[in-house]
Nanobody
Framework: QVQLVESGGGLVQAGASLRLSCGAS????????LGWFRQAPGKEREFVAA????????NYADSAKGRFTLSRDNAKNTVYLQMNSQKPEDTAVYYC?????????????????WGQGTQVTVSS
């Protein structure tokens, strides 16, 4: 069992940056693949990025490539999503997710644990 808590959301203007954090407690953090998903109003939850336990393998959605950077600090049980050059279409609730294993996957059904989400709003 692992508990995930997101933080760092807020209201920013287009072009600005924001860093989300996801802290984990419970079982050994370093054995989990960690991912970020987001859900905009009226839309399905979609994949943003995910990172394997060692931090070597990272997968980004096309919408995140070149603008978002995912990283993790296993010593601090925390994963970070740095979001730069934000756009209004990035507005959503962002969720942190975890799954046991080493393979990075993009499907939400493959993740076992979820945080409560943090709201990100980007104004134009």
């Amino acid at each position: 069992q692992v508990q995930l808590v997101e933080s760092g959301g807020g209201l920013v203007q287009a072009g600005a940056s924001l860093r989300l954090s996801c802290g984990a407690s419970g079982r050994t953090f370093s054995i989990y693949v960690l991912g970020w998903f987001r859900q905009a109003p009226g839309k399905e939850r979609e994949f943003v990025a995910a990172i394997n336990p060692s931090g070597v393998s990272i997968n980004y959605a096309d919408s995140a490539k070149g603008r978002f950077t995912l990283s993790r600090d296993n010593a601090k049980n925390t994963v970070y999503l740095q979001m730069n050059s934000q756009k209004p279409e990035d507005t959503a609730v962002y969720y942190c997710a975890a799954r046991m294993g080493v393979v990075v996957i993009r499907t939400r059904d493959g993740y076992d644990y979820w945080g409560q989400g943090t709201q990100v709003t980007v104004s134009s």
